[in-house]
């Protein structure tokens, strides 16, 4: 896919707690800004004894938002629910009622071979009862991709079932901490997780089998206060920007801004996309200098990343070259 904007648009993916009281409130008052997707998560940070009362929590936030639109104009971000099993989905979906429309789609956790067919089933079914899409994101973290030998064939095999809801798969995301959590490792603030080298081989091969179809998104970064912690994420962002990623789970508000000015589109490289599709056809070359004077496009090796680039500028914006 990748042929429209919306798989650009979740940009900075903030994670909350399904059960968090405050964050109905936060988004009427705009606390968060306008620039950045929210995910309500009912697995990792919910207890195992208390997820009925999050998922009723939940609903209450939602319908909370719902009501507020009514009467008041706020940023809305995209909403998705990250859920613990495929028959979550549909109960979610009946217990928010005349609030549904406000779910952009699923987070899908630790998606696998055994998982998978559930899942898709279970937004397949959701989306003929809705009159809207709901998308759906899965999350690459189990432990069947760290072995070689069948690494391949689980992340072809993942790819072929995807197939049959590709259009509704907003973006590919990675789970880096559940990641390093297999190999016991934790990155500190100045490290970036690429150079986890067990770890970045894994999301090399989840982008080279996904990265020409679907984006991609970046993993999560922890840190969010104290010395440097803005400094690593800029360095992390630059490395994901580098290998393909678009996008990045945050944990805390402060790191919002951080990823929408790193994926910002420079001035050069928004002005070489537009020449680069709006070619000369009559021209005799599909080699010329950028409008800079600086480097050189080509025709017919850059036009996946003019598209790109446009679609990013869409999403994020675009900024002086020499802006820092």
């Given at each position: ?10 940009g900075?993916l ?25 995910a ?12 009925a ?42 217990l928010?009622?005349?609030?549904r ?71 590919i995301?990675?789970?880096g901490?559940?990641?390093c ?57 630059a490395?994901?920007k580098?290998?393909g ?15 929408n ?19 000369n ?28 680039t ?11 070259s020499?802006?820092?």
């Open positions: 896919m990748k042929n429209s904007s919306i798989y650009y648009s979740v900075p903030l994670y909350c707690p399904g059960n968090r009281e405050t964050i109905a409130p936060s988004i009427i008052q705009q606390k968060f800004g306008n620039r950045f997707s929210l309500l998560c009912l697995e990792d940070t919910i207890s195992d004894q208390h997820v009362q999050a998922e009723h929590c939940l609903a209450a936030s939602i319908q909370k938002i719902h009501c507020a639109m009514e009467h008041t104009s706020f940023y809305l971000p995209k909403i998705f629910i990250r859920v613990r099993r495929p028959q979550q989905i549909l109960h979610m979906i009946d928010l009622g005349d609030s429309h406000l779910i952009c789609g699923f987070i899908l956790p630790k998606f696998a071979p055994e998982t998978a067919d559930g899942y898709i089933q279970a937004i397949i079914t959701a989306n003929e009862q809705s009159g809207q899409a709901i998308y759906l994101m899965p999350i690459y973290e189990s432990s069947c991709i760290i072995d070689l030998r069948t690494r391949f064939d689980i992340l072809y095999e993942l790819k072929e079932k995807l197939s049959a809801v590709e259009e509704l798969v907003l973006n995301r990675v789970g901490n559940d990641l959590h297999l190999f016991s490792i934790r990155r500190h603030e100045n490290e970036s997780i690429h150079k986890i080298r067990p770890v970045s081989d894994i999301f090399s091969d989840i982008l080279t089998v996904y990265g020409m179809d679907y984006v991609v998104s970046g993993p999560v970064w922890e840190y969010y206060n104290g010395n440097g912690w803005k400094e690593g994420l800029i360095k992390e962002l490395d994901d580098l290998c990623f678009i996008g990045k789970t945050v944990i805390h508000p402060n790191q919002i801004d951080v990823v000015r790193a994926y910002r589109v420079t001035q050069n490289d928004y002005l070489d996309a537009c020449s680069i599709l709006n070619w056809n009559t021209s005799v070359r599909d080699v010329s200098a950028n409008p800079a004077g600086e480097r050189m496009n080509e025709k017919k090796t850059h036009t996946n990343w003019a598209r790109q446009l679609f990013m500028a869409e999403a994020f914006g675009i900024t002086p020499d802006a820092s």
